[in-house]
């Protein structure tokens, strides 16, 4: 099993920027990727960025150029945390973003919210 703990969150205004963090303890060992989700009221969550463990990336087209997904090698202390750099922010991009980990199993974290408004 893999436990997701998302932070970084919270309120930014059009332009801005934010990081999220997704700290992933328990099977790390076992993870083949990690990503970063996000659902918007009212509609369908929909991938914003993963990276494999060989490091290739994948981005959605709306934030390609503007976010950046990054990841620390495992620790000592076996945790593995993968970043979300989001710069240039638009009110679009507003939504609970959630952590996921690829392994035998597929595990979410428990999501943050980003709200981008004047």
């Known amino acids: 099993q893999v436990q997701l703990v998302e932070s970084g969150g919270g309120s930014v205004q059009p332009g801005g920027s934010l990081r999220l963090s997704c700290a992933a303890s328990?099977?790390?060992?076992?993870?083949?990727?990690m990503g970063w989700y996000r659902q918007a009221p009212g509609k369908e969550r929909e991938l914003v960025a993963s990276?494999?463990?060989?490091?290739?990336?994948?981005?959605?087209?709306s934030v390609k150029v503007r976010f950046t997904i990054s990841r620390d090698n495992v620790r000592a202390n076996l945790v593995r945390t993968v970043y979300l750099q989001m710069n240039s922010l638009k009110p679009e991009d507003t939504a609970v973003y959630y952590c996921n980990a690829v392994s035998s199993f597929l595990s979410w974290g428990q999501g943050t919210q980003v709200t981008v408004s004047s």
């Open positions: 328990g099977s790390i060992f076992s993870i083949k990727a």
């Open positions: 990276i494999t463990n060989t490091g290739t990336t994948e981005y959605a087209d």
